[in-house]
């Protein structure tokens, strides 16, 4: 039975939120090693490079909003602070010391983890009957399989 946030038991809202936090987490880890390596990308590739990962970026610092504010919408607490995101998050920092092909090997593993965490998080959504939730995150892990799939192809 399809329902909405209201409608959810509070264990249903705690669990759909707290898969939605570990998305926000990732999302915000990967928004900041996208820029970082935005910022220091060089090489041959620097020009598509570049742009790919402010791409990326941008995308992602609106997907943060967005999944933030379904947290909120089950009434419970979106984590907001970068200590708790990074210790939450599965996608690891980096200092941004790396060639393009390095970085173009750590931003598809984020693009992954993010994948299938959003995933996992729907899957969620689907067996309380949270089709809004189950919604965002189908739309939110085709979006980072297709990054992924762009990062791939330039490994090959």
Not at 32 to 46: C, E, I, Y
Not at 47 to 62: A, C, M, N, W
Not at 105 to 116: I, S
Request: proline fraction near 1%; hydrophobic fraction near 45%.
């Amino acid at each position: 039975m399809t329902q909405t946030a209201v409608d959810l038991t509070t264990d249903a809202r705690t669990a759909i939120a707290d898969a939605l936090n570990q998305s926000v987490a990732e999302t915000a880890v990967t928004t900041m090693l996208a820029q970082n390596f935005h910022w220091n990308v060089t090489g041959m590739a620097f020009s598509p490079l570049h742009e790919l990962f402010q791409k990326i970026y941008e995308d992602h610092f609106v997907a943060q909003d967005d999944l933030a504010e379904r947290v909120k919408a089950l009434d419970a607490h979106a984590e907001g602070t970068l200590a708790g995101m990074l210790k939450r998050s599965k996608v690891e920092e980096h200092d941004g010391h790396a060639t393009d092909r390095e970085m173009i090997k750590l931003m598809l593993d984020a693009q992954e983890t993010l994948a299938a965490t959003l995933a996992g998080a729907g899957e969620l959504a689907a067996e309380h009957g949270d089709t809004l939730t189950e919604d965002l995150c189908i739309g939110r892990g085709q979006t980072h399989e297709k990054f992924a799939w762009f990062l791939r192809v330039m490994l090959r």
